[in-house]
């Protein structure tokens, strides 16, 4: 449970940087509208260069949240899937699997004999 809930934990934090970097996208994409509504002659040609570069920034800085959510730690075994404790009765088995094919082979072929003998 205790795994789970560092998951979990993870995971919120990930969404929230997700959620602030859509605002700050959804932001600059009007920003950029307004500057391009506003000055048609290109007038402030020496201010334009922010415009790509905040997306260069942008990205940088997600890069920067990715690598220090998943940074490396003293217990890596704390975002590790759990065993299943169970057995799976619904699962195929990887030993038997030729027997199991040509039974079920078998089950889906109809029998051709019957069908001569009518």
């Known amino acids: 449970m ?6 979990l934990d993870l995971d919120r934090r990930f ?9 700050l996208s959804i932001t600059w994409i009007g920003f950029e509208l ?3 509504a506003t000055d048609p002659l290109s007038e402030r040609w020496q201010v334009y260069w922010i415009i790509p570069a905040f997306w ?9 949240v990715i690598c220090t ?3 490396p730690s003293r217990n890596p075994t704390r975002y590790a899937y759990l065993e299943e404790t169970e057995d799976v009765e619904d699962g195929v088995s990887l030993t038997n699997s030729s027997v199991m094919a040509a039974e079920s082979v078998g089950k889906l072929v109809p029998d051709l004999e019957e069908d001569k003998q009518e």
């Open 15 to 23: 969404t929230n940087s997700l959620d602030v970097s859509l605002l």
């Open 2 to 7: 205790k795994r789970n809930m560092a998951k």
């Open 56 to 64: 260069i920034l942008l990205a940088y800085a997600f890069l920067v």
């Open 34 to 36: 307004y500057f391009n």
């Open 69 to 71: 959510l998943w940074s």
